[in-house]
């Protein structure tokens, strides 16, 4: 059974940084790509960042380039986004995502909000 598990969410001031942690479990990890997602209070699900499986490519929003940084351990199952310069705007429960035989599997998330 796919299980993705979002950490690492808080408070924090503009400027500041984060890092969420994203652990799998239930299927061959270091075969499938992986990706974050944010959703803001009355806006849709957006995506920000995708690794491939390897951790050889990755994509971004234009809005978080140069400011976050998605990467993964296939060791620990695990893949990250390292949040820096955060600003009020990055606000948003954040998500893993797994797209695994035409179904895309969807962690719990994690509240990240960025205020003074």
């Known amino acids: 059974q796919v299980q993705l598990v979002e950490s690492g969410g808080g408070l924090v001031q503009p400027g500041g940084s984060l890092r969420l942690s994203c652990a799998a479990s239930?299927?061959?990890?270091?075969?499938?790509?992986m990706s974050w997602y944010r959703q803001a209070p009355g806006k849709e699900r957006e995506l920000v960042a995708t690794?491939?499986?390897?951790?050889?490519?990755?994509n971004y929003a234009d809005s978080v380039k140069g400011r976050f940084t998605i990467s993964r351990d296939n060791a620990k199952n695990t893949v990250y986004l390292q949040m820096n310069s955060l600003k009020p705007e990055d606000t948003a429960v954040y998500y893993c995502?797994?797209?695994?035989?035409?179904?895309?599997?969807w962690g719990q998330g994690t509240q990240v909000t960025v205020s003074s």
């Open positions: 995502k797994v797209v695994r035989t035409l179904r895309a599997y």
């Open positions: 239930g299927f061959t990890f270091s075969t499938y790509a």
């Open positions: 690794i491939t499986s390897a951790g050889s490519s990755t």
